[in-house]
């Protein structure tokens, strides 16, 4: 389907095409931060996408989501410490074992509902977290160095930064297309029928449950390849990439990009990460003007104004940033 | 119509449900044969949506079996039931809100075309899902509002949307529970149209409280008063019940309202 020119597929056109050229940018002004911060927001708006599927679309808020960037990570982290280096074996391990705890995961969590549902899931990954603490082998709490990045054969160099950047990049719009088609297809109409109305959709003929575990695997799975991209990308994994607070971020992601669509995730990574950036400056530039000092305590408090924020999204733009956009149609 | 040598459609055999205290189903026997439309009718709190309830395998039954074309389904959860050919809908309107009235109907169809494993064509672009949902929409009076989102739908377009999904899914037997709820004349007056269009070629359970629409349509009712079925019988031979009349219809007539 061709989409018409609205405002929010030239939006959805204009950041991508940005995307495209950071490593350009991050060249020319011989800034390279900016290319690591911008590798990091595509990594984490991957595991967003796949948290929008089952949570947008599936109406499963799953609150134990980075679990699966723990799993993906810690598989490309052991196998590297124990010298396996090659990444056309990590990756495919990372994202078959994320899927396989997402499976066993989904089948006891799925039986709930409701706010049920996201302390069972908050529960599983705090288990796992727990699990990767007590990894002495594996630099327990303190994490694990990861010496080289996964290697394919020759083929990409991911030591390469600009590289790597494209391939996380590639990656995250390759996973965007593929839930786009999940979600418009006949069992992305039977996650999203199940979100709005379950016991209808057994009325009429649905065993809904093996559906929504599905999509709750596959977006496990599609986690887990974001874990193994973030272990490359910070040559180093510790209990901490999968920490509770992180499932939390990517639900913010989801709720401040928009939940209804399959991009909004990936504007809300965007957002969050850049603002996560850019406030502790800004408060920091404040305190000085109104203060003479530089406070350095005051930029810890950048929150404050990323909270009220989030409220306001919430309470009267249900849809996001994505939302914002649609509306500008017809506003 | 209610003739007792064909095997009957639905079965229903001694079927027992208590809440607490609360007998809501005692002993329930009833035969519904194939073709006919059977009415239940009741007080409030005679036990109507619990029995339908266990009909569709939303409630289980303490006691009693129910069986389906010769099989028993007592123990069937409700998607298999809806497999099998046994339709519903529902006493409050529950639809997908949220969802345009084609794509309400349409998943109703997907229901029934095999699994839904299909991970990438556009399911909405799909004829062999949206012809029928539309015949189904056409067929209920629906077709012009069919790509309004649900939720703007006025209730008497929910309600005949319920029986739109209820039809796509081809079933072999309506459960109706109180399709009328809520409805002006006006509306009532074109879902008995509907209904009695639809009896040609469904066999139907029809739970309902509008006296007059039940004596219309129905070639035998059922009267269900405390859980307990105290009568089945033609439309007349129910009027004529002295049982009936006085644990129910009152002493006059047989067309008032409960």
Known sequence: ??????????????????????????????????????????????????????????????????????????????????????????????????????????????????????????????????????????????????????????????????????????????????????????????????????????????????????????????????????????????????????????????????????????????????????????????????????????????????????LLIVLFARGGIDGILAGLRRG | MADAEAEPLLQIDRLSKRFGGVIASDDVVLDVAAGELHAIIGPNGAGKTTLIGQLTGEIAPNAGRIVLAGQDITALPAWRRSAMGLARSFQITSLFLDFTAQDNVALAVQAHAGHSFRFWRNARTENELRAPAHAALARVGLAARAAQVVANLSHGEHRQLEIAMALATRPRMLLLDEPMAGMGPEESARMVALLRELKQDLTILLVEHDMEAVFALADRISVLVYGRVIATGTPEAIRANEEVRQAYLGDDDGGGDA
Not at chain 1, 54 to 61: A, Y
Not at chain 1, 167 to 173: D, E, H, I, K
Not at chain 1, 225 to 252: C, E, K, Q, Y
Not at chain 1, 263 to 286: H, Q, R, T
């Open chain 1, 1 to 310: 389907m061709i989409a018409a020119l609205t405002p929010r597929t030239i939006a959805v056109a204009v950041v991508i095409a940005m995307l495209a050229l950071v490593p350009v940018y991050a060249h020319l002004v011989g800034n390279l931060f900016v290319l690591s911060l911008f590798t990091r927001i595509v990594i984490l708006a991957i595991a967003a996408v796949s948290l929008n599927l089952i949570m947008g679309f599936g109406g499963m808020v799953s609150f134990g989501h980075a679990a699966y960037i723990g799993i993906g990570g810690y598989v490309v982290g052991i196998l590297a410490h124990e010298g396996v280096r090659s990444g056309f074996v990590q990756w495919p391990l990372a994202i078959l074992l994320s899927a396989i705890f997402a499976l066993g995961i989904g089948a006891l969590s799925l039986r709930t509902r409701g706010v049920y549902f996201i302390m069972i899931t908050l529960a599983f990954a705090q288990m796992i977290y727990y699990v990767a603490v007590a990894l002495d082998r594996y630099g327990g709490d303190d994490g694990l160095t990861i010496y080289r990045r996964s290697q394919f054969a020759g083929l990409v160099d991911l030591a390469n930064k600009t590289v790597f950047y494209y391939v996380c990049l590639a990656l995250l719009l390759g996973c965007v297309y593929l839930v786009w088609r999940l979600v418009n297809s006949r069992f992305g109409l039977v996650i999203q029928g199940s979100r709005s109305n379950d016991r209808r959709m057994n009325a009429i003929g649905f065993p809904t449950f093996r559906y929504r575990l599905t999509a709750f695997v596959i977006a496990g799975a599609i986690c887990g390849l974001s874990g193994a991209l973030l272990a490359n990308h910070t040559d180093f994994i510790s209990p901490a990439m999968m920490h509770w607070t992180r499932s939390g971020d990517l639900i913010v992601m989801a709720v401040l990009g928009g939940m209804g669509s399959v991009f909004g995730p990936v504007l809300g990574a965007l957002a969050l990460l850049l603002l996560e950036e850019a406030l502790p400056s800004v408060i920091g530039l404040f305190a000085v003007l109104f203060t003479g000092k530089d406070m350095a305590t005051a930029r810890e408090y950048w929150q404050l104004i990323l909270g009220p924020m989030l």
